[in-house]
């Protein structure tokens, strides 16, 4: 009986590298709007579909439902579902709303530039979008950014940007996008094509961030990289370098051991075996309690791996 008990507790935790496994994640509503794209061009005449998402604070989306305005209709409109109709040349903001109990008021605004059609002479650029993973990093790290180039009618052109940085003694960036941190402090990367410039997005640099720590396996799994957590203790961010082996049901968790995830903060779904990736420290965690960051097989409650805060 000794034997058969400890037989099925061995296969429970190496079925841990099988089959997938979903739960239904904690969902905090905490909300938030986003539009997409932020900039924009478009012709006079012509129509354009901007998104809209409401997230909560782990980035699942709420609802795609948003009050619309323009902020100059005579430029261009925006109907009930999001579709811009260019009127005349101009600048206008088009203007995107929800509101719950829970979160008040919640506003983001996209810029929209009218101009005039050039006869047909090809694919007019509308926009540049740029996104990256990392907003924070210290002397020395890295971040990875892409840029989206759209025509002002929604196809994703195959265009080489230029990338910037407003601060290169903070951080500069090479053609491929990716951005190397040298000091503390700030600076704003964009991408510009033509005279057309992409969003600014801010990277921040500081010499101290908090917490940060390097993976070890755990139990016979292969989990290796390291994971910084940020100085305001809002997120936790895995680095280029992390990677894990794969299995089911893995979770971000912060712990008070390196051998279990009882008690601990579930931070997340894993959202990739490898590379850069950031969580979200719920509010009111004291970091602090937790010296450690494992990855989680939260069905058989397995550690994969975990790394020490210091």
């Not at 061009?41 to 409401?54: L, P």
Request: glycine content about 10%; proline content about 3%.
């Amino acid at each position: 009986m000794k034997y058969s008990l400890l037989l099925l507790s061995l296969l429970a935790i190496f079925s841990c590298v099988g089959t997938d496994y979903t739960e239904e994640a904690l969902i905090l509503n905490q909300a938030s709007v986003k539009l997409s794209p932020e900039i924009f061009n478009i012709t006079i005449g012509q129509d354009f579909q901007i998104s809209a998402e409401v997230k909560n604070i782990k980035g699942e989306v709420i609802t795609t439902e948003v009050d619309w305005t323009s902020t100059q209709p005579t430029v261009a409109t925006v109907n009930e579902s999001g579709l811009v109709t260019a009127v005349a040349e101009g600048t206008t903001f088009i203007i995107a709303q929800y509101e719950d109990e829970l979160n008040g008021l919640q506003i983001d605004s996209s810029q929209i530039t009218v101009i005039q059609d050039n006869n047909n002479q090809g694919p007019i650029i509308g926009g540049i979008a740029i996104t990256s993973e990392i907003a924070t990093l210290i002397p020395g790290g890295t971040a990875l950014f892409k840029a989206i180039v759209r025509s002002t009618t929604g196809i994703v052109l195959n265009e080489t940007v230029v990338w910037k940085s407003s601060d290169p003694a903070v951080a500069s960036i090479d053609n491929n996008g990716k951005a190397t941190a040298h000091a503390a402090g700030e600076t704003k990367i964009t991408a510009e094509i033509d005279g057309i410039v992409s969003n600014e997005f801010p990277l921040a640099v500081k010499e101290n961030l908090g917490y940060s720590g390097s993976f070890v396996g755990k139990t016979g799994h292969r989990v290796s990289g390291s994971v910084v957590v940020s100085a305001d203790s809002k997120t936790l961010t895995l680095q280029e370098d992390f990677s894990t082996q794969s299995g089911p049901g893995l979770q971000i968790y912060l712990s008070k051991s390196a051998d279990s995830g009882s008690g601990g903060i579930d931070l997340g779904a894993i959202k990739s075996n490898s590379g850069t990736q950031t969580y979200t420290i719920p509010d009111g965690v004291k970091v602090s309690d937790y010296k450690f960051v494992l990855v989680y097989c939260k069905p058989f409650s397995v550690v994969f791996g975990a790394a020490e805060l210091k």
